[in-house]
């Protein structure tokens, strides 16, 4: 079974908040010192859900498309080193401000480009700005049924059998192919590279494919093509207010502490 | 600078080894004072002798057997070594004085066996009396051979003397090893078949030794020439038991045993070849063997890009020595007796480890071998074997492994288990990727963000927030560039300590630097999990940043905050190029106090401190005193120590990676420890790594549960306690 995942290089979520910081004035976040970029976590787990299709089918292809800046390579090669066959990396400075409109545009594009596969492959949502769209704009675009936020994903002969986390449970669902998945964090750790996989990875060659290549024109994609506009881009600050509640004894004290919440509304 | 590790570690040898080697010279004393009385003796005997072959027919028998022995042995050895040959060559002939030192002294000197005063002795007293009655022996059968007689009169009966004591002391050293095998044994043992045919094969000997020179003199000496006879105690004894049996039966019974002595003797020397005995050739060999280098350090996999293979996963992948060494463990258990992780009831055991990889190596290795001779694969018929790494070994195993040392430091035939152990976990690792998931996740931070302290909530300046004027920038002029390490930097309990080491320095004006938030991991942790290519990745961009800041040159010195930084950037980072000086907060402080730039004068309040070893510190760099003495400087400090420390020192359960691993098993080994050093009564423990800080204090939350806070053990660093004595109010305020 052909399965194409779609990944996106984004700045590591582990990133302490002392080291986040945002340039108001550019509405751009800084990248934090030291700490490389990495595979959005979901996407890294998308690609596990791949791995595991190919796998479990016993024959067929893992590609991997990837939008974004030079560095979205190791977004890809990171993917090829877990065990994906091909990457493509969509790189053209037209693509840059772009939202998940354009973006989802440029990706469903970029698979008709190389042939819809049986399984198309999403994470729930990049870890960074958290919107989860596009792997529903482009079932919308290529017009396939899909399924999001799976927490575990089975052949079934022609179909597919899935299981989606929904707020009081799980929901399991039957598609036909090709269709569209995306995948959440309670579907499992993805794999840990091996050596020789990366090593081999490193020497791949990555496909790099422009706006052009792709039949777009700069006008529908990056910030030309955006449909949503940033108004303005900046931390949140929280203030943290400690109040000591005294007390004699401990009745004492949770009688204190219940008033104390209540007056908060927190009760 | 440190003294060479092993150069140091010799003169230090375990102090119980010390005592018992002191306690053999008495022993020995009253022998000498017997021969000296036989000396007097010497004109009431003149004529005394023996006939070599008395009442023995047909004795050119032995002398046919001889070379069929020595042949059986040889082919023993030299059959076995096609096993060791699988390995990949790896001889390494540095620093021959240290290793012929080694040789003479823990090979044929057996300094560490002695480290164990039941067994040392116990041993002492077969090795002696083996290599006594051997040149006994041999010194029979020339006198025999040459014209002249050198065995007559006194001399004749001096040596019996010397032979007869010489007996008695073999039959006691085989007692107290029966005795320890079945009233005393190690927690860890592992008595066999070898144990029992050495050991009783040995008695046999000796025993039926006594009965032939006891029937001997029976039937020929004891009437005719009874003076002669008491030169010969043993012999004497059993001939007055013979006493009521006639003299044609003894003659029999003499014959009988005579050949049962004699065959009996040249069968069980044949065990050199085939059990556990053939550690009289083989550990002196492994002592000479054994790297010379610091015993904490890794060796690298060069080019390792171009490897075929990452670690071991199959006997071949080892290097010959690794083989060999397999071979020369005599199951004595004192690895596993000293492994943190065993004492803590973790599943791991060095010895089953040596032991069952010994194994693999016989069954497997013996056919990788016959597949050689037969040209075939390698591997053929080998499919339904079990892994050697996750089958014969187990992964748990490998991953409990805190590479402390203690095992290495312990073990009498100079094995070196670290390296085996890393060389395995290099290819879960590497080779199938397969490992903890609490590693992993270690893995891909150190990857990510150049630390392995995953969601941590600090950045690398966090622990100068406040502070940061005090903190001088590294510009490349200054002698010393302080490390802060990424412990002393993302953990809070160790930037207390970095902040107290930087008042110190500040204090005593040392000229020195920090670089501020481009420091990265050095690679340690990776290295030790197993990650090689991550270490080698991690350590090139830190010595690159190092060439660009200056600090790589002879001229400058890099202070570590923690003992593993210290260990990598002493004895590994060579091997990639870095020429600067390492030393460790501990040595530059104890330094400092002592040129009295850094005075401990102010009160501390009166305690009584036990000092903690860490592994990196200690066992694996010989750094035992600097932390003690600067204790020792500080007012009202008691220092006292716990069972277990310098050389004997308990791993904190840290080392290895595990402190980014859950530990399995029935007990964590920081419990154990902290144990050990509540019961000393110490209000407070100190130690020199921010490791171990931090399992002391996890510790002290499940140990001291019921104990109230104020009460509890205060787990301190050396910087923390010094600084509290020796820097000023002003810039403590500061
Ligand atoms: S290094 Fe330490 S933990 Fe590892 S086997 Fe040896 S004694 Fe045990
Ligand atoms: S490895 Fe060394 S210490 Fe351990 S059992 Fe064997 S000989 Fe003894
Ligand atoms: S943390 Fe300390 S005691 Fe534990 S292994 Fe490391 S150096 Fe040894």
Redesign the interface.
């Known amino acids: 079974m052909d399965v194409i995942v779609c990944v996106k290089q984004i700045p590591?979520p582990?990133?302490?908040?002392?080291?986040f910081k945002v340039d108001e004035a550019a509405m751009q976040v800084l990248p934090a010192?030291?700490?490389?970029p990495?595979i959005s976590p979901f996407d890294a787990q998308a690609v596990e859900a791949a791995l595991r299709i190919k796998d479990a089918s016993g024959d067929g292809t893992v590609n991997i498309i990837s939008l974004g800046p030079d560095s979205a390579r190791d977004a890809i090669k990171h993917s090829l080193a877990m065990g994906a066959d091909e990457g493509y990396h969509l790189k053209d400075d037209a693509f840059e401000g772009g939202d998940a409109w354009t973006i989802a545009l440029a990706l469903s594009k970029a698979i008709q480009h190389l042939g819809v596969p049986d399984v198309l492959i999403f994470g729930r949502q990049a870890a960074d700005w958290d919107q989860g769209t596009v792997g529903s704009i482009v079932a919308e675009l290529l017009d396939l049924p899909s399924a999001t936020v799976l927490r575990a994903v089975e052949l079934s002969g022609d179909s597919i059998t899935v299981s989606r986390v929904v707020a009081d449970g799980f929901e399991n669902i039957e598609l036909s192919t090709p269709c569209v998945l995306t995948i959440s964090n309670e579907f499992g750790?993805p794999?840990?590279?091996?050596?020789?996989q990366?090593?081999q990875a490193a020497r791949k060659q990555v496909t790099e494919l422009t706006a052009a290549d792709l039949g777009l024109d700069a006008s529908e994609v990056g910030s030309a093509g955006s449909r949503i506009q940033m108004h303005a881009l900046f931390q949140p600050t929280s203030d943290v207010e400690v109040e000591i509640i005294e007390g004699d004894s401990p009745e004492e004290k949770a009688a204190g502490l219940v008033n104390a919440l209540r007056e908060a509304k927190i009760l | 600078m440190t003294e060479s590790a092993e150069s140091k570690r010799k003169t230090s040898a375990t102090s119980t080894g010390k005592r018992v080697s002191a306690l053999a010279i008495p022993a020995w004393l009253p022998l000498g004072g017997i021969l000296l009385v036989s000396g007097a003796e010497t004109v009431r005997v003149t004529g005394a002798h023996r006939e070599l072959f008395f009442n023995i027919d047909h004795f050119w028998v032995l002398y046919m057997l001889l070379p069929f022995v020595i042949g059986i042995i040889v082919y023993g050895l030299v059959r076995r070594s096609r096993v060791w040959r699988l390995g990949k060559p790896s001889f390494n002939f540095d620093n021959m004085p240290q290793r012929l030192a080694r040789v003479l002294k823990g090979g044929a000197g057996t300094e560490r066996v002695l480290s164990d005063p039941y067994s040392g002795v116990m041993h002492l007293c077969i090795m002696t009396s083996m290599i006594v009655l051997f040149l006994v022996t041999a010194l029979l059968a020339i006198d025999d051979y040459i014209p002249v007689d050198i065995l007559v009169g006194p001399r004749y009966l001096g040596y019996s003397l010397v032979a007869d004591i010489f007996g008695l002391v073999g039959i006691v050293g085989v007692a107290m090893a029966i005795a320890h095998r079945w009233v005393r044994p190690r927690t860890a043992w592992l008595p066999t078949w070898e144990d029992w045919l050495i050991l009783g094969g040995l008695g046999m000997l000796l025993v039926t030794g006594f009965i032939v020179e006891g029937l001997r003199i029976h039937t020929s000496e004891i009437d005719v020439h009874p003076e002669w006879s008491y030169w010969s105690p043993v012999g004497y004894v059993v001939a007055l038991m013979f006493s009521g049996v006639r003299i044609s039966a003894a003659l029999d019974i003499h014959t009988t045993f005579w050949w049962i002595h004699m065959v009996g003797a040249l069968s069980w020397i044949t065990l050199l070849g085939y059990s556990k005995l053939n550690h009289l050739v083989l550990a002196p060999a492994n002592a000479f063997l054994k790297r010379t280098s610091a015993p904490g350090k890794l060796d690298m996999i060069e080019n390792i890009?171009e490897q075929e293979h990452?670690g071991v996963s199959q006997l071949e992948h080892f290097t010959m020595k690794q083989i060999f060494e397999l071979d020369v463990c005599v199951r004595c258990g004192r690895c596993t007796d000293n492994c943190p992780a065993d004492i803590a009831g973790q599943p791991l055991s060095p010895m089953h480890i040596i032991q069952d990889l010994k194994s693999y190596a016989t069954s497997v290795g013996e056919q990788k071998v016959a597949n050689l001779v037969q040209g075939n694969d390698l591997n053929f018929g080998l499919d339904d074997e079990a892994p050697m790494v996750g089958g014969v070994v187990r992964d748990e195993s490998l991953w409990a492994c805190r590479t402390c040392g203690a095992c290495v430091e312990a073990c009498p035939v100079f094995i070196e288990h670290v390296p085996t152990i890393v060389d395995m976990r290099r290819s879960l690792?590497?080779?199938?990727?397969r490992?903890p998931?609490t590693v992993?996740g270690t893995?891909?931070?150190l990857?990510?963000?150049?630390h392995p302290w995953?969601?941590?909530?600090?950045?690398?300046e966090?622990w100068m927030e406040g502070f940061e004027d005090q903190v001088p920038e590294w510009t490349g002029e200054q002698d010393y560039l302080y490390f802060v390490g990424c412990t002393g930097a993302f953990v809070d309990r160790a930037q207390e300590i970095t902040r107290s080491v930087v008042s110190l320095l500040r204090e005593a004006d040392v000229s020195f630097g920090v670089i501020k938030?481009?420091e990265?991991c050095n690679g340690d942790p990776a290295r030790r999990l197993g990650h090689e290519?991550l270490y080698q990745i991690l350590a090139e961009g830190l010595i690159e940043l190092f060439n660009e800041t200056g600090v790589n040159d002879e001229q400058k010195t890099v202070i570590t905050h923690c003992p593993h930084c210290f260990n990598t950037f002493l004895n590994e980072y060579p091997d990639m190029g870095a020429k600067f000086q390492v030393i460790h907060h501990t040595q530059l402080l104890e330094q400092l106090v002592d040129e009295g730039r850094l005075v401990p004068s102010a009160d501390v309040p009166e305690q009584t401190i036990t000092y903690h070893d860490s592994c990196y510190l200690g066992r694996h760099n010989d750094i035992f005193e600097a932390p003690r003495r600067i204790l020792e400087q500080v007012p009202n400090v008691t220092l006292i120590e716990m069972p277990r420390n310098r050389e004997q020192g308990l791993c904190c359960g840290a080392g290895g990676g595990n402190m980014w691993m859950e530990e399995q098993g029935k007990s964590r080994v920081n419990e154990v420890r902290v144990e050990e050093a509540v019961a000393t009564g110490a209000e407070a423990a100190c130690t020199a790594c921010p490791f171990c800080i931090q399992m002391f204090d996890s510790g002290i939350g499940t140990v001291q549960l019921d104990v109230e806070d104020e009460d509890k053990l205060k787990v301190l660093d050396v910087a923390e306690l010094l600084q509290a004595a020796a820097v000023s109010e002003r810039q403590a305020d500061a």
Do not use: H, K, N, W
């Open positions: 590591d582990e990133t302490p908040a002392a080291a010192q030291g700490i490389s990495v750790d794999r840990y590279p091996q050596l020789r990366i090593m | 890009e990452f690792v590497m080779e199938e990727a490992m998931d992993q893995l891909e931070t990857e990510r963000q150049g995953r969601g941590t909530p600090y950045t690398r966090s938030g481009m990265s290519y």
